[in-house]
């Protein structure tokens, strides 16, 4: 039976990876895309510290470091994204979702496999991209990296990505009740990649307003993750966030267990 479960859950996972090979064009086109607001970003920061001496600080980061910033929270952004949210709509209003309704596998089940499949080839390439950068390039801009960051990451990474795709399922449920949602996704997008930390990091907002960070889920998907390879966080503050992560993971699944019920009774209600 634990076989057979595992069979399937393998079959989902290739059907996911042969779909991002079969649609290499569109695959390739957004494994470029993550250098784009890299490189927007840089030009922000090499504005914003034009003309200002060596070592001169802003928003408590200076010039080298607001770039490595940028440059290792684009990557590490693109590790832990999901697009599940726009696919879950998409089965909602199409009634695809109808055909799993009836077929011995959960829907949410069949999304984290067939996603995870399709992700598995481009988190391979960027970890890499992002391994050289911090072995070869980020050294060279006075970015320390040791290896305990490095371990920490690797700890606190597979409950960042966890929470990001749970934080968008959660988003996805409103497919449910909104019949137009892909604007309203567009925003959400936006305003998560804000508040994670995934734009800018969340310390140009001022002490008050990111102490109120602190405690939102957000935080800890890309700003936790970035600032574990850049050194900024201590011991302490690590098994804390892990804590944090952990807390805001069961928060989302109850979540999304309870708003996945209560949609489907609506679903059934006006008949798929």
């Known amino acids: 039976m634990r076989r057979n479960k595992l069979k399937k ?8 990876f042969e779909n991002a090979l079969e649609y290499r064009g569109n695959y390739a086109i957004n494994l470029i895309s993550v250098f784009f607001p890299i490189m927007m970003q840089y030009f922000v920061w090499t504005a914003v510290f034009t003309g200002k001496a060596e070592g001169e600080r802003i928003f408590g980061l200076t010039y080298a470091e607001a770039i490595i910033y940028t440059l290792c929270a684009g990557f590490v952004a693109k590790l832990i994204s ?17 055909q799993f309704l009836v077929q011995p596998i959960k829907y949410v ?10 992700k598995i080839l481009e988190m391979l390439i960027v970890f890499t991209i992002l391994l050289v950068f911090i072995f070869v390039v980020a050294p060279g ?3 320390s990296v040791e290896f305990n ?11 960042a990505m966890i929470l990001n795709f749970l934080i968008f399922l959660s988003v996805s449920m409103l ?3 909104i019949v137009e949602v892909g604007r309203l996704y ?21 002490d008050k307003v990111s102490h109120i960070f602190e405690f939102l889920p957000f935080t800890y998907t890309t700003y936790f993750l970035t600032n574990t390879l850049n050194g900024s966080v201590d011991i302490h503050s690590f098994v804390r966030g892990i804590f944090i992560q952990i807390a805001w993971i069961g928060l989302f699944f109850i979540i999304c267990k309870m708003t996945w019920f209560a949609g489907l009774k609506k679903y059934a209600a006006v008949g798929g």
């Open 9 to 16: 859950y393998y079959s989902i996972f290739m059907l996911g």
């Open 82 to 98: 999901t697009g599940c949210h726009h696919q879950i709509s998409q089965d909602i209003k199409g009634g695809t979702l109808n």
């Open 109 to 118: 089940v069949y999304q984290v496999f067939r996603s995870f499949g399709e």
């Open 141 to 143: 801009m006075g970015m």
């Open 149 to 159: 960051g490095i371990g920490m990451f690797l700890i606190a990474f597979i409950p």
């Open 175 to 177: 497919a449910f009740w």
């Open 186 to 206: 567009s925003i959400i997008d936006i305003l998560v990649a804000i508040v994670s930390g995934s734009i800018f990091p969340l310390s140009i907002f001022g």
